[in-house]
C-alpha cells in the first residue's frame, strides 16, 4: 500500500481546529488586534523561548504601554527593559521603529504585511504575522516553528537557512493558504503555526499521536522526525578572554556604555580589557592600590564563548581620574534599574546582593 502523499489542500484548516481545541489561549498577546502589542510580542520572541518572554513583556509595557509612549523615550530608557534578553540589536531596531511609526505613519502601524516589511526590524515573517494577527490578511508565516512543521510535513531536505530551502517553504506556506477556504481564520492558524511547532512538532521526542497533521505526515510515515529538519553543520565555536573591572569608590561603581553596534550593544557594563596588563594600566589611573582577581567565569554567545575574569578595586581614597567618555559613575542602589548585560548583572548581584543565588556561568545571545 503506497504512503499517503502530504496534503496541502485541508492543512490550514486541520491546523485551526486543532488550535482551538488544543492550542495555546492564555498569553498576555493574544486576544488583541493591536499592533503595537503584537509587534512587541514577535520581536521579542524572536531567538527567545516565551518563559522568558512573559515577564519582559509585561514590564515592557507597563513603561511603555502605546508606541506613541515608545518613540517619545530615548535609546537609554529603552535598553534596562530590554536587558538580558539578548540580541539587542532588536532592542535599538524596536526604538526605531516605534519612531517611524510615530514621524511616518501618524502613530499607527501600516494594516498590510508588505507595507509592514519596511519599517526597520521587521523582516517578512514579522510583518506577516502582524498583519495576519491584527488584520486578518491571508499572509503566511516562516519563523523556525513553522520551518521545523513544513519540512517534516512536506519532507523538505536541507539546511533552513538556505535560500533555496527557505523560498520552497515560503512556496509551500503560500499555497497553504491560497488553497484554504475564503473564510480562514487567520490568526488561529498563524497561532496554531506556532503552537504545533512549540507542543507538538518539538526538536526532539515531537508527540506525533496528538498532531492534526499526522496522518499524511512525510516524517511521521517514514520515521524521519530525527532527521528533520536537516542538522545545521556544526563548528567549532571560538574562544575569547577578556577581564573586567569592578571598581568600587564611595558607594558608586564605574560603568561604561557599549557602542550601539556589536556585543551588548548600547547597554552599559565594566570597562572591559583584552589582557591582565591592560586592566592593571588602568586600574593605576584610579587608584594607588591594586585590584584583586575573582573567580573567573564563562559566558555563551551564538557564535563564541566568552571567558571573563573580573577584577574588584575597593578605594577609600579619592580617585585619581576623570571618567572617559562613554563612562560614568552609577550608585550601588541605582543597579536594579541599569541596563547591564545578563553576565555583568550575574556578577554584581552576587557582590552587591549576597541573597540573589547569582551563578555566573550563563548563555545568552548577543
Known amino acids: 500500500m503506497p504512503l499517503p502523499e502530504p496534503c496541502t489542500r485541508t492543512l490550514a484548516e486541520r491546523v485551526v481546529t486543532w488550535q482551538k481545541q488544543a492550542g495555546r489561549h492564555h498569553l498576555p498577546w493574544q486576544h488583541t488586534q493591536d499592533p503595537y502589542r503584537v509587534w512587541l510580542s514577535e520581536i521579542m520572541l524572536q531567538q527567545t523561548q516565551v518563559s522568558t518572554v512573559l515577564g519582559y513583556y509585561q514590564r515592557f509595557l507597563e513603561r511603555f504601554p502605546s508606541v506613541l509612549d515608545l518613540a517619545a523615550a530615548d535609546q537609554d530608557e529603552v535598553m534596562p527593559y530590554w536587558a538580558g534578553l539578548g540580541y539587542y540589536a532588536r532592542a535599538r531596531n524596536l526604538h526605531r521603529c516605534a519612531r517611524e511609526v510615530a514621524e511616518q505613519?501618524?502613530?499607527?502601524?501600516?494594516?498590510?504585511?508588505?507595507?509592514?516589511?519596511?519599517?526597520?526590524?521587521?523582516?517578512?515573517?514579522?510583518?506577516?504575522?502582524i498583519a495576519a494577527f491584527c488584520y486578518g490578511e491571508r499572509s503566511p508565516i516562516m519563523d523556525g516553528n513553522v520551518k521545523r512543521v513544513f519540512t517534516r510535513y512536506f519532507g523538505i531536505y536541507g539546511q533552513t537557512q538556505k535560500k533555496a530551502v527557505e523560498n520552497v517553504l515560503w512556496d509551500k506556506a503560500e499555497q497553504a493558504v491560497a488553497l484554504s477556504r475564503a473564510d480562514l481564520d487567520m490568526a488561529a492558524y498563524t497561532q496554531g503555526l506556532m503552537d504545533l511547532g512549540s507542543q507538538c512538532c518539538t526538536r526532539s521526542k515531537p508527540t506525533c499521536s496528538v498532531c492534526p497533521l499526522q496522518a499524511d505526515c512525510y516524517a511521521h510515515t517514514h520515521q524521519a522526525q530525527a532527521e528533520l529538519p536537516s542538522p545545521k553543520v556544526r563548528t567549532r565555536q571560538n574562544e575569547r578572554y577578556c577581564h573586567v573591572l569592578v571598581l568600587e569608590q564611595d558607594g558608586q561603581l564605574l560603568l561604561e556604555q557599549r557602542p550601539d553596534t556589536g556585543i551588548w550593544g548600547g547597554l552599559h557594563t565594566l570597562p572591559q580589557f583584552d589582557d591582565e596588563q591592560q586592566l592593571h594600566v588602568a586600574a593605576q589611573r584610579w587608584s594607588a592600590q591594586e585590584p584583586v582577581a575573582l573567580a573567573s567565569f564563562q559566558h555563551v554567545f551564538s557564535h563564541f564563548r566568552l571567558h571573563i575574569t573580573p577584577w574588584l578595586l575597593q578605594s577609600d581614597a579619592p580617585v585619581l581620574a576623570e571618567p572617559a567618555a562613554r563612562q560614568n559613575w552609577l550608585a550601588l542602589d541605582?543597579?536594579?534599574?541599569?541596563?547591564?548585560?545578563a553576565p555583568i548583572r550575574k556578577l554584581l548581584d552576587g557582590l552587591y546582593a549576597p541573597d540573589s543565588n547569582a551563578q555566573l556561568t550563563l548563555a545568552e545571545h548577543p
Open 105 to 129: 505613519w501618524n502613530g499607527h502601524f501600516p494594516p498590510t504585511a508588505a507595507e509592514l516589511a519596511t519599517l526597520p526590524g521587521i523582516g517578512r515573517s514579522t510583518a506577516c504575522a
Open 334 to 341: 541605582a543597579l536594579p534599574q541599569a541596563a547591564l548585560p
